[in-house]
């Protein structure tokens, strides 16, 4: 049995954050708090987030349990909530339904078989660089360079993080000095490119959810993007797969 | 002759509330209103309204008579007006024109011909429950619904009032008891079944128009819908057949 | 070399003037500002503006030159600043782009071959009356006078100004008297008619941006359409062909 009250703000930036990756998700719901993490059907993109219980304003969790969403079907359900109204979530096995109320109106959504959806781990990465940027700043760039092409290279090095994205005739740049950054930890040159169809959903997440947006970047290498909410008690990180560029 | 100046918003919900129906509308301009009543096409749906002159700001009607109105043209000529501003209809027999004026702006509406166009009864109905609702109460169940069914199920009792919709896995529940509500009147349980595409038309109408809804309801009978605006001199009633429930 | 810094909203108006009559345009960068004039290919509407140094914050030209701007791509390029935000050009000949950036994010866009743009001459036009007219009332008529038919009539006497539109069945008036206007200077009674698609792109581009439009009519004759931004640092004048009557 599970039982749990949010602000539909927080519950609904979990699922829209899984939604731009897959349909489907197996959520984890512990006694601490609610875990999920999710590949895309190509694996180009991962997420993974964990919803403390500190986020909810009550959270009772008897036994460690995992359910099957539609992310969809829930999407749907939060919607006639406005972003500050609370939600309130209960599970109960032999239901076999996820019960959302909002105020006095209930919806009953039946859950997913999760005997078939696999579980995901999180590749071991070394990625030497680390990057605090402003989320609307980063969000803005991505959207310029969205308009000339489909794809996005990112720089970091000593003093500056850059993106760079080319089109057939045009060219964007966004150059960031540490100054212009929360911060910046890079000891060598770093360059990856990126899909921006994916990166694109990832910031829009993030924006308005978060000020600050941390990018950690190799070379040739995956990025990961994380964002925190609710004082830190949601974790939203996701891993996005490089473009090979070929030189 | 008919001359009357009038709220953009008065006249607007009007033909709005007409709209969800039909497509042309007679309506009677009498000395002391304008009357509507229409049936649907598929005579599911009925409105029956009145716009009492006292809803005017100034209203002068010499002779009765009815008009038949394109309500699509009507509409489309009120849209520039907001809905504060004030809207002068003038209508002179010889003309066969509806003048609306909004500012210095004049647009003269052909009308249709009446003859052709039926007389409309209302039937005599004993709905034996009577269910004060908050309106935006109602309309986000009714939406709600809407998302896995096409039609719900209304249900009184002495005690409480409730909505269900049943879809393929889900089921969405609204449970109101008699405290919750602005007021409730049924000495026995009823039950009926509508379809939600019409109901869900009527209740926006009446949503952002009047904070409370009235409900009368029977068993697999007609619903009727009512509300008031302009301090009670505006007033639409809606009438909904049943869909009958194959148990 | 140019180099100039300039409101957003200001630089946006001139790209959204122009680019409801072409896209591609040719823009003469001098030391006192910047200039355009250009006709649309089916030669019925022409937009002539110009863009003074005074508008800008910063604005720095070398040398005189002609730069062809690819409309579309440099409204895309401007959507990501906010109308007040601060917006810098620059143009340098060996580079053959032009810079533009919006705080630390530069996009560069490529220009195109000006020696195939025509130059655009203005015909010399005596048009008898001026009418200066509320733009928000002008557009709310051009804009009722569209839901009823594709050209409109406007008409200037010694007394009022006016527009009328005829539908199959409906008629669109607009019957301002001196009094109503801003100002009316017409010795004799003119009348001319004019396509509304033009029209009405013409005058939303005014509407939000001046209170006040000039419009300037003869007897079958083009209109002129004129108004002012940022002090009369920026003016924009359309001119537009008449439809000739068939009577």
Redesign the interface.
Known sequence: MFQGKIKANFIKTIIDATAILVDEAKFKIADDGIYGRTVDPAHVGMIDFKLKKEAFDDYDCKEETEIGIDLD?LK??L??ATSEEMVELKYEKEEG?LKVS?????????LLDVTEMPDTKIPSLELPAEIVISTV?FH??I??AE??SDHVTLIADKESFELVAEGD????????SKE?LYSLKCEERVKSMFPLDYLSDMVKVARGKSEELTINLGNNYPIKLSFEMAGGYIKIMYLLAPRIESE
Do not use: P
């Not at 909002?102 to 039946?110: C, H, P, W």
């Not at 005739?169 to 960031?176: G, H, Q």
């Open positions: 079907k749907t359900a919607k006639v339904r909002i105020g006095n109106l209930t919806r009953k959504i039946a700043e803005q760039a959207k310029a308009s000339i005739t045009d060219i964007v740049e966004l150059r960031l212009q």
